[in-house]
């Protein structure tokens, strides 16, 4: 791998004080094509523009993944990632699925483990902010016909990250739009899923709502997922997950804090939850907190769900009552090494360059 090292770094211009999610790139990126059927031009370089074809496919026919994941740094300053196979076999799933060449596993860990070395300064110290990083893969055949790429572009670049959310949230149980549907490419981290979700998302906000509580495309009566996030329930003494299938992306999140549940005892279930079973758990008081998780979002609360039209609010609870709050500082506890880590899902980066 060729590494091409910066100059000028941008981090003395960085407030880690006051981070805005997405918005400062740290000093390098990681780059490799894929032509002719091998892996070539692998490449760590500062972070910058790059120039491809507008007859690249990727801008006709959508052959975009990606995936969301971080890195954490602790009180000695060691940086750890955080159960990055999972995000390197997730986006192999994405591509397969879009019909998109698969990437090895020595181009993806090795890309992503000296690219995080080299720019670890771009770790914040800070607990709950993290390095949050994007692997990209894009089709870059310059042909117009419908269909695969031949060639590929594989990125990595990074951004340090504070909470997404800083309050709860509002919630709206979407009844028209769709974000997935069966036999389609919902469980993906493909592009063109987020893209579709914009235009009904900025309907809720408009309405004074942050997010959608996505259903089923065939019928809006099953929860699937808000946002970006997957979606949990306290209901009736159980924490309740919609079962990951072909609609639901499968978070690394969401497996995480189901394992943490697991461990301190709660009573789990995975499987079909009907918007009935949440409104009714509303109105008869016996849901008792709903919440959010996610790469970027970690986990978040909700205050109000919405349906046809009318607000209900759940219980406002004390922090120390909230599983969401208690799962989260668990999971943060591993991911900063302030803790044990029965899972072995922390990685610790080793100095490499």
Not at 52 to 74: N, R
Not at 222 to 247: A, D, Q, R, Y
Request: net charge positive.
């Amino acid at each position: 791998m060729k590494i091409e090292r910066s100059f000028h770094s941008r981090i003395k211009k960085m407030d880690f004080e006051n981070i805005s999610f997405g918005n400062h790139y740290s000093d390098h990126m990681y780059y490799s094509e894929f032509r002719n059927g091998k892996w070539i031009n692998s490449i760590i370089k500062p972070f910058g523009n790059i120039m491809f074809s507008p007859g690249s496919l990727v801008f006709h026919y959508g052959q975009s993944v990606f995936e969301g994941m971080k890195a954490y740094k602790d009180k000695h300053e060691e940086v750890f990632l955080f159960r990055p196979k999972e995000n390197f076999k997730r986006m192999n799933r994405s591509a397969i699925r879009l019909e998109m060449t698969t990437i090895p596993e020595y181009i993806f860990m090795n890309g992503l483990k000296n690219l995080i070395d080299i720019d670890r300064d771009w770790v914040p110290k800070k607990y709950g902010q993290s390095l949050y990083i994007r692997p990209i893969l894009i089709a870059i055949d310059k042909c117009l016909s419908a269909k695969p790429s031949n060639d590929y572009l594989f990125m990595i670049i990074s951004t340090p990250a504070d909470y997404y959310y800083k309050k709860p949230l509002k919630i709206k149980i979407e009844e028209k739009y769709s974000r997935s549907a069966s036999g389609g490419v919902g469980f993906t981290k493909a592009s063109g899923n987020y893209a579709s979700s914009f235009y009904p998302t900025r309907l809720a906000k408009e309405e004074g709502f942050d997010q959608i509580l996505w259903t089923d495309s065939s019928t809006h009566t099953l929860i699937e997922e808000s946002g970006t996030m997957n979606v949990f329930f306290w209901l009736k003494n159980k924490l309740i997950t919609p079962l990951s299938n072909e609609n639901i992306l499968s978070g690394i999140t969401c497996k995480s804090i189901l394992s943490l549940a697991k461990e301190e005892g709660l009573e789990i279930e995975e499987r079909k939850l009907k918007v009935s079973e949440i409104i009714d758990g509303l109105k008869n008081k016996i849901l008792k907190e709903a919440f959010g998780c996610g790469t970027a979002v970690v986990v978040t609360y909700f205050e109000i769900i919405s349906y046809k039209g009318k607000n209900f609010f759940l219980p406002d609870l004390l922090d120390k009552e909230r599983i969401s709050i208690r799962l989260r500082k668990k999971l943060l506890d591993i991911q900063h090494n302030l803790s044990v880590d029965p899972f072995g899902w922390r990685l610790k980066l080793k100095r490499i360059l």
